[in-house]
T-cell receptor
Framework: DGGITQSPKYLFRKEGQNVTLSCEQN?????MYWYRQDPGQGLRLIYY???????QKGDIAEGYSVSREKKESFPLTVTSAQKNPTAFYLC??????????????????FGPGTRLTVL | SQELEQSPQSLIVQEGKNLTINCTSS?????LYWYKQKYGEGLIFLMM?????EEKSHEKITAKLDEKKQQSSLHITASQPSHAGIYLC???????????FGTGTSLTVIP
């Protein structure tokens, strides 16, 4: 079955360490996204990528880095520069039909999420 | 960037009561999505609205998009504890290059 996987489900990190969250999709989607969620709040966009080898900063990119070397994979690294990294991280993907100009009929598919806790 | 404001921010209702959550956009909506999330879990897609005046229902949840396509409401009839969670509206940008989420509404249903 097609879908998005994120691993691990729970992750613990010591302060000052970098950590990488995995996101893989086999939906053949061009676009992939990383969001962060804090308790009781809406999602905030960290980074997004519309195509392989290209990615853009979202609203809260500071302290994070990404790569998009393959269409199926969009790993997120939480660096030691991120001041408050404890949160729930969601990865998403969607089709991106540039010919239409917008993807109003497409929806984003989300992974199960990774809960990161900094000790 | 597009801003999606949700109201109320949080809601506590008694089981069996009806409730409404609103999502207001600063710009015209080209695709409006409603999601539900329980904290620590992935989002559950509820429904999507595109046309002005459109209304969709799924079980006891109804969503509407106003004629001007700048506001959507989500209405739950006879709420149940299973409806509890965070409700998020989301929208495509007019260029399709980004997707925006609302500020979220936290719903608690008291048995």
């Amino acid at each position: 079955d097609g879908g998005i996987t994120q691993s691990p489900k729970y992750l613990f990190r010591k302060e000052g360490q970098n950590v990488t969250l995995s996101c893989e999709q086999n939906l053949n989607h061009d676009a992939m996204y990383w969001y962060r969620q804090d308790p009781g709040q809406g999602l905030r966009l960290i980074y997004y990528s519309q195509i392989v080898n290209d990615f853009q900063k979202g609203d809260i990119a500071e302290g994070y880095s990404v790569s998009r070397e393959k269409k199926e994979s969009f790993p997120l690294t939480v660096t030691s520069a991120q001041k408050n990294p404890t949160a729930f991280y969601l990865c998403a993907s969607s089709t991106s039909d540039r010919r239409r100009g917008f993807s109003s009929t497409d929806t984003q598919y989300f992974g199960p999420g990774t809960r990161l806790t900094v000790l | 960037s597009q801003e999606l404001e949700q109201s109320p921010q949080s809601l506590i209702v008694q089981e069996g009561k009806n409730l409404t959550i609103n999502c207001t956009s600063s710009k015209t909506l080209y695709g409006l999505y409603w999601y539900k999330q329980k904290y620590g879990e992935g989002l559950i897609f509820l429904m999507m609205l595109q046309k002005g005046g459109e209304e969709k229902s799924h079980e006891k949840i109804t969503a509407k998009l106003d004629e001007k396509k700048q506001q959507s409401s989500l209405h739950i009839t006879a709420s149940q504890p299973s409806h509890a969670g965070i409700y998020l509206c989301g929208a495509d940008s007019n260029t399709g290059n980004q997707f925006y989420f609302g500020t979220g509404t936290s719903l608690t249903v008291i048995p």
